[in-house]
């Protein structure tokens, strides 16, 4: 298993560009989210997807969309990137039942750090 | 209201000493999970340990041990004899059970120096 891929490592943008952060696990885990983290403010949770077809807002949503068309995939989109974008994103799944028995709850990505200009 | 407080932002211990990094949480449910990760300096979020509401008993893995005290809403981590390895931010966070997906709050995180 790969577990939790993010590409790309590291982007640059500058104001305004569109892009789109990609992530993929292939656990066949229900759960999937995104994060950012900014110093002092430890991960904050932007959008999650309790399965495909199914998303919703987390506590930083403003800025970013998200689609799950698979089970497997979770891209992050920046439709118009502004630098309070500029962060390390981390996406993470999980099973739907993830309370039950003693293995790891979230598996996370090794994240993305984007810089916007 | 943040959920998780760690009040901690750095420490510094010179190795083989002992170090405790705080953890309080608010919450109003009675099911709930608490878990610490680490982050060395690579970047990549190690997962350490996971506490549900109903369990209070500490629990030791080697060097970590963890204390869990529901009176006081703190779920504090102690390392003990320090190690260099052991320099990262370890974060501490909170998911509800009244949860309809799949929503963890973190904590700021505390930055563990250990001097060789």
């Known amino acids: 298993n790969a577990g939790v891929t993010q590409t790309p490592k590291f982007q640059v943008l500058k104001t305004g560009q569109s892009m789109t952060l990609q992530c993929a696990q292939d656990?066949?885990?229900?759960?999937m989210s995104w994060y950012r983290q900014d110093p002092g403010m430890g991960l904050r949770l932007i959008h999650y997807?309790?399965?495909?077809?199914?998303?919703d807002q987390g506590e930083v949503p403003n800025g970013y969309n998200v689609s799950r068309s698979t089970t497997e995939d979770f891209p992050l989109r920046l439709l118009s990137a502004a630098p309070s974008q500029t962060s390390v994103y981390f996406c993470?799944?999980?099973?739907?039942?993830?309370?039950?028995?003693?293995?790891?709850?979230?598996?996370f990505g090794p994240g993305t750090r984007l810089l916007v200009l | 209201a943040q959920k998780v407080t760690q009040a901690q932002t750095e420490i510094s211990v010179v190795e083989k000493e002992d170090v405790t990094l705080d953890c309080v949480y608010e919450?109003?449910?009675?099911?709930?999970?608490l878990f610490w990760y680490k982050q060395p300096p690579s970047g990549e979020l190690v997962f350490l340990i996971r506490?549900?509401?109903?369990?209070?008993q500490n629990e030791i893995s080697g060097r970590y041990s963890w204390n869990f005290q529901k009176s006081t809403s703190s779920f504090n981590f102690t390392i003990t004899a320090s190690q260099v390895v052991d320099s990262a931010v370890y974060f501490c966070?909170?998911?509800?059970?009244?949860?309809?997906?799949?929503?963890?709050?973190f904590g700021t995180g505390t930055s563990l120096t250990v001097i060789p």
């Open positions: 993470a799944s999980s099973y739907s039942n993830w309370w039950q028995g003693s293995s790891e709850t979230q598996y």
């Open positions: 656990m066949n885990h229900e759960y």
């Open positions: 997807s309790v399965g495909a077809g199914i998303t």
């Open positions: 919450t109003r449910d009675t099911t709930y999970y």
């Open positions: 506490r549900n509401s109903f369990d209070e």
């Open positions: 966070a909170l998911s509800e059970a009244g949860n309809t997906g799949n929503q963890f709050y």
